[in-house]
Nanobody, 120 residues
Framework: QVQLVESGGGLVQAGGSLRLTCVAS????????MGWYRQYPGKQRELVAS???????NYAESVKGRFTISSDDSENSVYLQMNSLKPEDSGVYYC??????????????WGQGTQVTVSS
């Protein structure tokens, strides 16, 4: 299996910045993609940004130009740099990874979530 550990959430004023980090560990042969999702109370998780092994990225329209996703393949890590934060960016942010396992098979894992709160 693959475990994800997130860090970097917190409270920030509107216009400020935060950097989220997610590290994957476990029976990983190769991480194919990683991403960040956020969830508002009573709502489904929605994609914020994702990155695949070839470096291609995808962003939600609402964060384009403000958030940047990057990865470190050697560390099986993904980062989300969040700038110009808005109150509507508040929520629980979850890391996601789609990995090939070293004993065969595929595994999709989720982190425990990290709270981001942006005050107005």
């Amino acid at each position: 299996q693959v475990q994800l550990v997130e860090s970097g959430g917190g409270l920030v004023q509107a216009g400020g910045s935060l950097r989220l980090t997610c590290v994957a560990s476990g029976s990983i042969f190769r991480v194919k993609s990683m991403g960040w999702y956020r969830q508002y109370p009573g709502k489904q998780r929605e994609l914020v940004a994702s990155i695949v092994a070839d470096g291609s990225t995808n962003y939600a329209e609402s964060v384009k130009g403000r958030f940047t996703i990057s990865s470190d393949d050697s560390e099986n890590s993904v980062y989300l740099q969040m700038n110009s934060l808005k109150p509507e960016d508040s929520g629980v942010y979850y890391c996601n990874a789609d990995s090939d396992l070293d004993y065969g098979g595929n595994y999709v894992s989720w982190g425990q979530g990290t709270q981001v709160t942006v005050s107005s």
